[in-house]
């Protein structure tokens, strides 16, 4: 059984950084393209940022660009989201999910099969 296993969440100020991270067992890790998504109150989760199984392909939503860096180790069996600058905007429910399929990292939802249970981000103005 697969588990996907957020942690690094928490409360910081605006202009402030976090670093997300998510540490995934029960399978093969190092051929997964593994992506974060985050929801706000209120509304749909979103895509935040994906990265390819090695590492070398990486994708982010307009919102984060610039400001947030996937990266990953496949030697650790986790992935991270370092955020920059955050901004109250981004406060939500962070995820990470994996793909069980080889492929480009996807930004849709319904690409991913394996999900965390979420942390926390909260950014004060």
């Known amino acids: 059984q697969v588990q996907v296993v957020e942690s690094g969440g928490g409360l910081v100020q605006a202009g402030g950084s976090l670093r997300l991270s998510c540490v995934v067992s029960g399978r093969s890790f190092t051929n997964l393209p593994m992506g974060w998504f985050r929801q706000a109150p209120g509304k749909e989760r979103e895509f935040v940022a994906a990265?390819?199984?090695?590492?070398?392909?990486?994708y982010y939503a307009d919102s984060v660009s610039g400001r947030f860096t996937i990266s990953r180790d496949n030697a650790k069996n986790t992935v991270y989201l370092q955020m920059n600058a955050l901004k109250p905007e981004d406060t939500a429910v962070y995820y990470c999910?994996?793909?069980?399929?080889?492929?480009?990292?996807?930004?849709?939802?319904?690409?991913?099969?394996?999900w965390g249970q979420g942390t926390q981000v909260t950014v004060s103005s």
């Open positions: 990265i390819s199984w090695g590492g070398g392909g990486t």
């Open positions: 999910a994996a793909d069980r399929l080889p492929r480009i990292p996807q930004r849709t939802l319904g690409a991913y099969d394996y």
